[in-house]
């Protein structure tokens, strides 16, 4: 949800330079088919580790593979949802990571 709204968002701000593709990432095909035709035009996949509000994990055993089609793509995994507590994007290939400091880290004060 959120990050759909962001890439809106940066599409918007940035354009044209910027061009933003929505693809379910958990369907893993469609996942490839976009890396193998516009690899070396991906230069960030911004992904939820944990999406929520279904809970649907992304495979994060597929980022050397979409890397390795896309040399230059910067990942960035929100990991509101789980927080480093239970899972670190970072030890799983994600490059940058992000949290809402207005859920968890607020104590739900935000």
Same mark, same amino acid.
């Given at each position: 949800?959120?990050?759909?709204?962001?890439?809106?968002?940066?599409?918007?701000?940035?354009?044209?330079?910027?061009?933003?593709?929505?693809?379910? +990432?958990? &369907?893993?095909?469609? *996942?490839? %088919?976009?890396?193998?035709?516009?690899?070396?035009?991906?230069?960030?996949?911004?992904? $939820?580790?944990?999406?929520?509000?279904?809970?649907?994990?992304?495979?994060?055993?597929?980022?050397?593979?979409?890397?390795?089609?896309?040399?230059?793509?910067?990942? +960035?995994? &929100?990991?509101?949802? *789980?927080? %480093?507590?239970?899972?670190?994007?970072?030890?799983?290939?994600?490059?940058?990571?992000? $949290?809402?400091?207005?859920?968890?880290?607020?104590?739900?004060?935000?």
């Amino acid at each position: 949800c959120d990050v759909r709204r962001t890439a809106g968002h940066l599409a918007e701000v940035h354009r044209p330079l910027l061009e933003c593709i929505a693809v379910d +990432v958990r &369907d893993h095909d469609a *996942l490839r %088919g976009l890396f193998a035709e516009r690899g070396r035009d991906i230069t960030l996949l911004h992904l $939820e580790s944990c999406t929520n509000p279904s809970g649907q994990l992304f495979d994060f055993s597929l980022l050397p593979e979409l890397k390795s089609m896309a040399p230059n793509c910067t990942v +960035v995994a &929100d990991n509101t949802w *789980l927080t %480093g507590a239970l899972f670190n994007p970072l030890d799983n290939g994600a490059d940058v990571v992000v $949290e809402s400091l207005t859920k968890y880290c607020s104590a739900g004060r935000c």
